[in-house]
Nanobody
Framework: QVQLVESGGGLVQAGGSLRLSCAAS????????RAWYRQAPGKERELVAA???????KYADSVKGRFTISRDNARNTVYLQMNSLKLNDTAVYSC??????????WGQGTQVTVSS
């Protein structure tokens, strides 16, 4: 089992920045993909960014050039640096790790609210 805990969410003004963290513990082996998702009120959950073993990071079109996903293997942590935040970036952000065997692990989510 893998446990994921997100942190770093909060209230920020439009144009500002936040860095989210997703710290993992437990049986952290055979992880293929580390990703960030978000879900805004009344909307479906969407993939924001992902790092897959052996591949370059992928981003949703809406965040390209503004968000950066990175990982610190020594700390078993994945980050999402969010710059130039917009009102429509407001959502609950959750991290998901997926193993090579299809197991999916989710964090509890962290609220990001962008104000005008």
């Amino acid at each position: 089992q893998v446990q994921l805990v997100e942190s770093g969410g909060g209230l920020v003004q439009a144009g500002g920045s936040l860095r989210l963290s997703c710290a993992a513990s437990g049986s952290i082996f055979n992880i293929r993909t580390r990703a960030w998702y978000r879900q805004a009120p009344g909307k479906e959950r969407e993939l924001v960014a992902a790092i897959t073993s052996g591949d370059s990071p992928k981003y949703a079109d809406s965040v390209k050039g503004r968000f950066t996903i990175s990982r610190d293997n020594a700390r078993n942590t994945v980050y999402l640096q969010m710059n130039s935040l917009k009102l429509n970036d407001t959502a609950v952000y959750s991290c998901q790790w997926a193993s090579f065997f299809g197991d999916l692990y989710w964090g509890q989510g962290t609220q990001v609210t962008v104000s005008s």
